[in-house]
């Protein structure tokens, strides 16, 4: 059992910066790609942003090219999401995930692991 925990949300105005957290506890993997996904009320689950084992890899949505970065900490078991000039199509409940292989999966049905969300509310 892999448990995800998630911090950073909140609201922000648009333009502004926030960084999401993630930090893995419990049974560890030898190698794992981690992501983070979104979801907007009414609308899918959808990938933001990947990174592979051990962190060279990096995947973006096109929408978060430039402006969101992604990262890893493998000592801390943590993956993090800048998220720099946020705009209100980026709120969201945003979610961490976990894949038991190396690579950076861009499909929901790839992770096995996942947080509990945390929200991000970007006002006009």
């Known amino acids: 059992q892999v448990q995800l925990v998630e911090s950073g949300g909140g609201l922000v105005q648009a333009g502004g910066s926030l960084r999401l957290s993630c930090a893995a506890s419990g049974r560890t993997f030898s190698t794992y790609a981690m992501g983070w996904f979104r979801q907007a009320p009414g609308k899918d689950r959808e990938i933001v942003a990947a990174?592979?084992?051990?962190?060279?890899?990096?995947y973006y949505q096109d929408s978060v090219k430039g402006r969101f970065t992604i990262s890893r900490d493998n000592a801390k078991n943590a993956v993090y999401l800048q998220m720099n000039s946020l705009n209100p199509e980026d709120t969201a409940t945003y979610y961490c995930?976990?894949?038991?292989?190396?690579?950076?999966?861009?499909?929901?049905?790839?992770?096995?692991?996942w947080g509990q969300g945390t929200q991000v509310t970007v006002s006009s």
């Open positions: 990174i592979d084992w051990p962190g060279d890899l990096t």
């Open positions: 995930a976990v894949k038991r292989d190396s690579r950076p999966g861009t499909s929901r049905n790839e992770y096995n692991y």
